[in-house]
């Protein structure tokens, strides 16, 4: 079945700085990789997702890159504010969601 | 995108007793749902996937006589953990996909506390 690698499990990066979330995946069939952030006691929120066939997606502040070869994608936040500060979760899934362990985004001011 | 909506938000029951959460597509009907549980600082771990009219698909070491898991109508499917103990306390969130390989609706989440 699937599995997902994330790193790193904690980041700590200064309020302004950019930061880096790699996941690595198992299943080459996989298409569709989300990227969520979850505040405490909340629902995951979709932050920006890639398709198989895009290399990569930028939202703003926030982009995504895939490397189907690999089977690698990241994703990357720039100008990093406080209020980005969550966990952020990356999944891969063909036929059922899959998530990364989860990585914990400090920002410090 | 659709609306999911999870009941209860969360619930404290004895050790012993079973707890009924539901989940509901409310603008989607929705053929297959998936139920995920979350540990404290932990990843969301896929518990089962539910398909409306037929039987769940458990994950891996998920029993399913303890979590019992109907899928009655396209907007409904439940979760039942039975004779709950503390270690089943955590966080239960139920999702819809609203197609193939796209996004992925969360209802608001489940705490479940067993005393």
């Known amino acids: 079945g699937e599995n997902v690698e994330q790193h790193p499990s904690t980041l700590s990066v200064q309020e302004g700085d950019s930061a880096v979330i790699k996941c690595t995946y198992s299943d080459s069939a996989s298409n569709y990789f989300p990227w969520y952030k979850q505040e405490l006691g909340k629902r995951p929120q979709l932050i920006i997702d890639?398709?198989?066939?895009?290399g990569e997606k930028k939202d703003q502040r926030i982009a995504v890159t895939l490397n189907k070869t690999a089977k690698h994608f990241s994703l990357h936040i720039t100008e990093t504010q406080p209020e980005d500060s969550a966990v952020y979760f990356c999944a891969a899934y063909y036929d059922k969601i899959i998530f990364g362990k989860g990585t914990r985004l400090h920002i410090l001011p | 995108g659709a609306v999911v909506s999870q009941h209860p938000s969360w619930v404290i029951c004895k050790s012993g007793t079973s707890v009924k959460i539901e989940c509901r597509s409310l603008d989607f009907q929705a053929t297959t749902m998936f139920w995920y549980r979350q540990f404290p600082k932990q990843s969301l771990m896929l518990m089962a996937t539910s398909n409306e009219g037929s039987k769940a698909t458990y994950e891996q070491g998920v029993e399913k006589d303890k979590f019992l898991i109907n899928h009655a109508s396209l907007t409904l499917s439940t979760l039942t953990v039975t004779s709950a103990h503390p270690e089943d306390s955590s966080f239960y969130i139920c999702?819809?996909?609203?197609?193939?390989?796209?996004?992925?609706?969360f209802g608001q989440g489940t705490r479940l506390t067993v005393v």
């Open positions: 999702s819809v996909r609203t197609g193939i390989h796209t996004e992925a609706f």
């Open positions: 890639i398709r198989s066939n895009v």
